[in-house]
């Protein structure tokens, strides 16, 4: 193995995530009943023998910082390894918030030097996958490329949300890019870029610091169109499952991926590491289902939860309780969120820390899915209609009325 740093961009939020990402950024929105999206780039580092790791951190970092601690929890401790985050900083010339991805990496070049890499692997900290980079490292150093991205397809009608490659079909795992463009109105491939490109270092300090004298500082937008004119430029095909998760309707299809007799995503088999930690992970007991009313089909389920009601195809995270005659279907419930006596909620998302009032009814069986903010606490006989957003930290008397209408956002 060449010697290899890693950047993970961990910074941002994503607007469409709503009231998820209001208090943290992306890359720690729970996944999965344990995880948060973080850990799985970061897994697949540690699977891929890559121990050299910088976190990119911008928006709302506390609870990155608090997730991924010494970085203990990756086994990246020692002389040679480690994980730092990254935040911006003022330094003896004028500096600011990071603006953009490719400006965030070139603020740390010191650090990436510091490493004496041979090459730098550039990874989005929000996405759902497992993958072993050390193939894509291989093929990256048979094609002699100076740079490579990953790829993976994706159905052509949706294809131009992503940054899109034409590659030749020239080695089993991939071939030279002729055409990158990034989020083209008219799809010319379905191969869609996965955010994770491997830098030549040379290269990448050559590509960053013409990129810092540009207006715009993005890596797909600004760096990879027309590198195929200028530089070895390879794309290296990806086959296994992959989520972007921009949405919340894609959050939770993703999550519901999780369940039914063969699941989609089967986490367990991808040796995914978290922080337990964090939310006090390691320190709760076992899951209990009450033998006296309460009712389990098609959940993921982990330590902490109590289940005293009906739950179906549903997700809960640790600490979730659910009282006797609550009833939870299609739901995600995230870490120690408290469901009253009688309360029904469908297709909703819940976040940390929220309590449901007794006898309230929140969601319906439509596509639209309501989100409760983290915190939030409704009280009883409270109706939130499907759709609904909830703010975090909303409770009792900012409530002043017993029924909200579909689609509607609840508080400021």
Known sequence: ???????????????????????????????????????????????????????????????LVEHIGNGASWDMVGRDRGITILPPFQGMHESDWYK??????????????????????????DHVYHMDYRPMIRFHREMNADVTAAFVQVPLGGASRFGLAVMADEHEYGGRITEYVEKPEQPM?????????LFDFDTLVTLLEANSRQESHEFGKDILPGLHRTH???????????????????YWQTS????????????????????????????????????????????????????????????????????????????ILFFDTQVGTGARLQHTITDIGVTIGRDCAIGGKGRDITVIGMHAEIPRDITVMAGCSVNPGMRGEQFRRKTYPALTEIGE
């Open 1 to 63: 193995m060449p010697r290899i740093a890693a950047m993970v961009l961990a910074g941002g939020r994503v607007d469409e995530l709503g009231v998820l990402t209001h208090l943290r950024p992306k890359s720690t929105v729970p996944f999965g009943g344990l995880y948060r999206f973080i850990d799985f780039p970061l897994s697949n580092l540690m699977n891929s023998g890559i121990e050299k790791v910088g976190i990119l951190s911008q928006y709302r970092s506390s609870s």
């Open 100 to 125: 953009g991805t490719a400006d965030a990496v070139y603020q740390n070049l010191d650090f990436i030097s510091s490493y004496r890499p041979d090459m730098v692997l550039v990874l989005s900290g």
């Open 189 to 197: 491939s379905n191969w869609a870029s996965m955010t994770a490109y």
């Open 232 to 250: 070895r430029f390879y794309g290296y095909r990806f086959n296994g499952f992959w989520a972007y998760c921009r949405t919340i309707e894609e």
């Open 256 to 331: 519901m991926n999780l369940l039914g007799e063969n699941p989609a995503v089967d986490i367990g088999s991808w040796q995914l590491r978290t922080n337990l930690v964090h939310e006090d992970i390691r320190d709760r007991g076992p899951a209990m289902i009450s033998p006296y009313g309460g009712v389990v089909e098609d959940v993921v389920a982990y330590n902490g939860v109590r289940i005293e009601g009906s739950v179906k195809r549903s997700i809960l995270f640790p600490g979730v309780y659910v009282a006797p005659g609550a009833e939870v279907e299609d739901s």
